[in-house]
């Protein structure tokens, strides 16, 4: 059941790291609201202020969000002035720029994921997350190139190739 809390659950990591995931994106947003942002606006502002002018099509696939989700995103944070968006030289796909305005919005906002870290792992055992992370790296690494090679099937062990 997807409201189980993760300690009643068969013992696979993928429901704590789920509620984990839940828990970051609603302390994001906690963080994020006297700014009248969320947390996939400030993911858009964070890679436009990192990376610069960037393509549409591309922030969509840097983010992992459906190009649809995305332009809902981008309209509104282009009609609170805080990005802008150009074609591209094809005039078919848009360039996303950040503006003053969101510059000046980034340089106001807290150290978010400081923030979020800190919260999170306060009185951690240093070596505890070091494992913690390879783990997850290692488990990330492994489905992502399993996925490479073709979609995971429904059944354990088994894959198919599209």
């Known amino acids: 059941m997807p409201d189980e809390p993760a300690d009643q659950t068969d013992g696979s990591v993928g429901p704590a790291a789920k509620s984990f995931y839940f828990a970051i994106r609603a302390a994001m947003d906690s963080v994020l609201r006297p700014y009248d942002l969320g ?22 696939r840097a983010l992992h969000v459906e190009r649809a989700t995305l332009s809902g995103i981008v309209a509104t944070l282009v009609r609170k002035g805080l990005i802008d968006q150009m074609p591209g030289e094809d005039q078919r796909q848009r360039v996303l720029r950040i503006t003053d305005a969101g510059r000046k ?6 150290d978010l994921l400081t923030v979020i870290r800190d919260i999170a792992f306060d009185g951690a055992d240093p070596l505890e ?10 488990a990330t690494q492994r489905l992502n190139d399993h996925m490479a090679e073709g979609a995971v099937s429904g059944r354990r062990g088994a894959s198919r190739t599209t």
Do not use: C, F, H, N
């Not at 919005?105 to 807290?110: Q, R």
């Open 129 to 138: 997350l070091a494992i913690a992370l390879r783990v997850l790296d290692s």
């Open 105 to 110: 919005v980034w340089a106001e906002l807290p």
């Open 39 to 60: 947390s996939t606006q400030w993911q858009v502002l964070s890679r436009l202020t990192k990376v610069g002018p960037t393509m549409q099509r591309d922030l969509a």
